[in-house]
């Protein structure tokens, strides 16, 4: 059997002695704890020197690995001068932290989506997790360092690789000699301040990363508040550290050494075992065969759910705009200068060149694999007409400002709103420029469409629905040859056996038909460029064009009850175009309803709805899809049904049917078919009739007017008792006879 010692200079209460089998051996492992006591750690290593197969040297302090050499620390190269006396091997295990460290933040960023893509992270002592710091910073670059505030006492973050590498090759050199350290930490002021900014930054942030050595020293300003929701990079923690950190709040521990053993040992544990396993010292084991135990080995980083369950938020951003100069009035800081005239018409261009700004936080967003998202609505101030007065590079420009801000936030992708998506190449520039993923969205706002359109047909009931079988009902696209417009049109091919396709590029016409007949041969399909002929056939209506104000469709001329579904944005139809027409029902499609207890500011829908093109960037947060996936005027029908897919596993559903006015009720879109069925000639069944949404309370009424209309039967035919009964003055008896004297 191998007998492995660690000879600690922690505390020797949490010294330990176990058996256990590794590498196909048995050990024996036993722990020492001197209480920081040197000398004491060097009579031990005499004493069981040839005793044991290897030493571990635990609770030192390892050598940066940045900055000039003589900056090792003094225990480190006592203890290494202590080592070339004995004849037993000894270790810190320095050797196996450097590889399975770096190794393990690939793993993490590897099995988990993309971890650690963009985060925004804290790292308490660069100078003690350089190499660490340094492999993270291939997925984000916001990372802040706080040496010199923890080191020397200077309200200062280090905000970059280079600043920190600058900072321990020249500055750190310096201030290590400078008097300047003990007067800032013992100076009230200053000492409050670093406490204040660094308990800030720990808010700020949302991972921290805590070197193991003096773990409780680094955080002792942290509490609740700092700590909460967070996640925290360490190693070796045992599980008075877990207690500590679950207390405050933190959601997740990654603790870096490798689990191998049922107990938490330090890695100078674990390279003194594979030491006495191999038979020859550290310096001889290279980085490949650290690499090839971990792999055979299967080890993996810890990762500890101090709160007991699993969590995890991926971070999202979204762009929006104003979409006309009534949401400027909706605004408190510039409202009441729209009052003032001709004013709002100067204010809508000056916006247009405004940089970009966050207008709301959006926060609790939980999937039912309890995947959770968190993002930001970054605005840009232009409105369609001011992006269409300037050239595509005019928005692209803001977009990309947008995309920067999203990424100092910590967005892990970003979706292009309304009609920053249609601007240009629909968002192709844009994702080639930015520095984090874009998405335009229009794959779910196809998908979104037809959802909805085909919820509002079945609640209309005018077009009979048989399972399995094509609809009989005429259906028409305009736009058809845009990028959602072709999605629709394969999608309503795959429901409708009539289907009407409008655009105005008659060659893209012809190719998209031939395109849907080869994979629906049985679909009829009559293409136009002008929807006024067959507007008055048609049962279901998308229209796609975002014509920016331009009249697309005359709502006149439409059949009674036909479903209109207005995919565009901004939307082709106005409040007063849809107010013509009570007997079509209009909605505003594309809204989905989100997982969990959102909370957002009003985007101008009901709370915790959000339109298509946002729940895809969201859809894709939650499953960890940080990548390019919905970008040009070319959707691929393969993403839609996919984001389709995704959008169920997450716990997207359709919301409820949206118009001009908000949502539309049951009764709302009775009161529509109604009004068509009046249209049209027509008169509700007496079985559609009892089925109403509100049948109960109209059957209620009735009884009530008729019990009312006998009440007043009864009244008329029953004898008046007597006149003041009738409510009428008594007749005098002299009076009587007068009137008869006379009329004889």
């Known amino acids: 059997m191998k007998r492995v010692i660690c000879i600690s200079l922690g505390s020797s209460k949490y010294d330990y002695e176990f058996n256990t089998e590794f590498l196909g051996q048995d050990f024996h492992v036993k722990r020492i704890g001197t209480d920081g006591d040197l000398r004491k750690a060097e009579a031990l290593l005499v004493k069981w020197d040839r005793a044991a197969d290897a030493f571990g ?12 050499k003589r900056l090792t620390e003094e225990r480190t190269r006592q203890i290494e001068n202590i080592s070339k006396r004995i004849k037993t091997p000894v270790t810190t295990g320095a050797n196996l932290r450097k590889v399975t460290f770096e190794w ?13 893509t963009n985060a925004r992270i804290l790292v308490l002592s660069g100078m003690a997790n350089y190499n660490l710091a340094k492999i993270i910073s291939e997925y984000t670059d916001n990372i802040t360092f706080a040496d010199p505030i923890l080191e020397h006492g200077i309200p200062k973050f280090l905000n970059s690789i280079k600043e920190l590498e600058l900072y321990a090759n020249g500055v750190h050199e310096v201030l290590k000699y400078a008097p300047g350290k003990r007067l800032a930490t013992s100076t009230m002021p200053i000492k409050t301040w670093n406490e204040y900014i660094l308990r800030k930054a720990m808010q700020k942030n949302t991972m921290i990363m805590v070197p193991y050595h003096e773990f409780d020293e680094y955080l002792k300003v942290a509490g609740l508040e700092e700590l909460g929701k967070k996640i925290v990079i360490t190693s070796t923690v045992y599980d008075a550290r877990v207690d500590f950190l679950r207390k405050r709040g933190v959601d997740m521990i990654i603790d870096n050494t490798p689990r191998i053993l049922e107990r938490v040992v330090g890695v100078n544990v674990l390279e003194a075992m594979i030491i006495a396993a191999l038979g020859k010292p550290s310096a001889k084991i290279t980085d490949d065969e650290f690499m090839e135990i971990i792999s055979d080995q299967h080890l993996e980083p810890k990762i500890i759910y101090p709160q007991g369950e699993p969590r995890r938020i991926n971070r999202f951003a979204f762009v929006i705009h104003p979409l006309s100069q009534n949401d400027f009035k909706k605004e408190k800081a510039v409202g009441m200068f729209t009052k003032i005239p001709g004013f709002v018409d100067t204010l809508e261009k000056v916006m247009a060149y405004s940089p970009p700004f966050i207008y709301s936080k959006i926060t609790g967003v939980k999937s039912p694999t309890g995947m959770e998202a968190e993002g930001w609505l970054i605005s840009v101030g232009g409105t369609p007409k001011q992006m269409l007065a300037h050239s595509p590079e005019f928005t692209y420009k803001r977009l990309l400002q947008a995309a920067r801000m ?75 040859t845009g990028s959602i417009g072709a999605v629709c049109s394969r999608l309503l091919a795959l429901v409708v056996n009539d289907l009407y396709l409008v655009g105005r590029q008659t060659a893209k016409l012809l190719a998209l038909k031939k395109s849907i007949q080869d994979e629906h041969p049985g679909c009829k399909i009559t293409l136009s460029t002008y929807a006024d002929r067959y507007l008055k056939d048609m049962d279901i209506i998308v229209t796609t064009t975002s014509g920016a104000g331009k009249k697309i469709l005359d709502i006149t001329k439409v059949k009674p009850g036909c479903v209109i579904t207005d995919v565009a944005r901004p939307l082709d139809l106005s409040p007063e175009d849809v107010a013509k027409r009570p007997d079509v029902l209009v909605i505003e499609s594309g809204e989905i309803e989100l997982p969990g207890k959102v909370k957002m500011k009003n985007i101008g829908l009901p709370q915790g709805v959000a339109y298509a093109c946002l729940a895809e960037t969201i859809v894709l947060a939650l499953e ?52 068509a069925l009046e249209a049209r000639g027509e008169k509700i069944s007496k079985k559609e009739e009892k089925s109403r949404p509100d049948a109960g309370l109209r059957a209620a009424a009735a009884v009530k007017e008729r019990k009312k209309a006998d009440v007043k039967t009864k009244a008329v035919k029953k004898p008046a008792a007597s006149s003041k009964a009738s409510g009428k003055p008594k007749a005098n008896f002299k009076d009587k006879k007068a009137r008869a004297s006379k009329e004889h």
């Open 57 to 68: 040297i635990g609770s030192v302090k390892f050598p940066y690995t940045i900055g000039p």
């Open 406 to 480: 999203a990424k100092r936030l910590g967005a892990q992708i970003m979706g292009l709103g309304a009609f920053t998506k249609v601007v240009g190449d629909a968002g192709v520039t844009v994702s080639r420029q930015a520095e984090i993923p874009i998405t335009t969205g229009n794959s779910y706002s196809a998908s979104g469409a037809l959802w909805a359109a085909a919820d509002a047909v079945r609640r209309m009931g005018l077009i009979k629905v048989e399972k399995g079988k094509l609809l009989d009902a005429k259906a028409m696209v305009m736009g058809a």
């Open 104 to 116: 393990s933040i690939h793993h993490i960023q590897y099995n988990l989506n993309g971890f650690f």
């Open 624 to 675: 960890g899809r940080f990548e390019v996936f919905t970008v040009g005027r070319d959707i691929e029908w393969e993403k839609v049904k996919e984001i389709y897919r995704l959008g169920l596993k997450h716990g997207m559903k359709l919301a409820a049917i949206s118009g001009h006015k908000g949502v539309y009720t049951d009764e709302d879109i009775q009161r529509v078919k109604e009004l």
